[in-house]
């Protein structure tokens, strides 16, 4: 059965760096675009950013410069090193695997999450 597992999250100061992991099993990891996402109370889940390709990245305006992506395809994970936090960055963040179909259409799966806490 599929399984995205995050870990990495936790407690940090503004300004400060934290690297999130995700482990993927149960899909072929080479055909799924691996992504992070992440959500606070009373908002929607939004995007943060993903790999388009193996080596392609994709990120949200709010976080571009700040956090990179990468990945090790033999133990099927992916990373999100996360720099200059700033407290708007808290929220609980979700590893995503989406596989398309089509340039518009997709099946995806999610992790459980893991709370990213940015306060001084």
């Known amino acids: 059965q599929v399984q995205l597992v995050e870990s990495g999250g936790g407690l940090v100061q503004p300004g400060g760096s934290l690297r999130l992991s995700c482990a993927a099993a149960g899909i072929d990891f080479s055909i799924y675009a691996m992504g992070w996402y992440r959500q606070t109370p009373g908002k929607q889940r939004e995007f943060v950013a993903t790999?388009?390709?193996?080596?392609?990245?994709h990120y949200a305006d709010s976080v571009k410069g700040r956090f990179t992506l990468s990945r090790n395809n033999a133990e099927k994970t992916v990373y999100l090193q996360m720099s200059s936090l700033k407290p708007e960055d808290t929220a609980v963040y979700y590893c995503?695997?989406?596989?398309?179909?089509?340039?518009?259409?997709?099946?995806?799966?999610w992790g459980q999450g893991t709370q990213v806490t940015v306060s001084s």
């Open positions: 995503n695997a989406r596989r398309y179909s089509s340039a518009i259409a997709y099946r995806q799966y």
């Open positions: 790999f388009t390709t193996d080596i392609t990245t």
